[in-house]
């Protein structure tokens, strides 16, 4: 599927989606990707991940949208020239689709600010099969 990087204000996020053949139900109509995301600190000061915000578009066009604290149950603080990376998971219940959003993040000072996360496909081999 590939990779999909992008910079805001000095902060780089990296996303790289695969399907999970093994955990998906195409005959159910259950679709499951996971993603792996690296967020590194490329600037001069101390950021912490406040909150989440994910939209999530089926290729039905059925859209969610997911607003959180931190990620994976962590608000990480990143010092200058730090990454962290964790993975998380999605369904649909469609083949395909695609997910973009933002992080909020808070610099020492207590500046907010918001960090693009890059829009990126959910393709699966299923991608074009509809079950009436």
Request: avoid cysteine; charged fraction near 20%.
């Amino acid at each position: 599927m590939g990779m999909y990087d992008g910079t805001t204000r000095n902060i780089r996020i990296s996303v790289e989606p695969s399907f999970m053949d093994d955990q998906s139900m195409p005959n159910e109509n259950l679709f499951v990707w996971v993603y792996h995301i690296e967020i590194e600190n490329h600037g001069e000061e101390a950021v912490q991940l406040r909150h989440r915000h994910w939209h999530i578009t089926d290729s039905l066009g059925r859209v969610q949208e997911v607003h959180g604290e931190g990620v994976v149950g962590k608000q990480p603080i990143l010092r200058p020239g730090e990454a962290f990376r964790y993975t998380s998971g999605v369904h649909l219940s469609a083949g395909s689709g695609i997910m973009a959003g933002t992080y909020e993040m808070e610099t020492d000072r207590g500046e907010l600010f918001e960090v693009v996360i890059p829009a990126f496909s959910l393709d699966s081999p299923h991608e074009n099969q509809l079950i009436q």
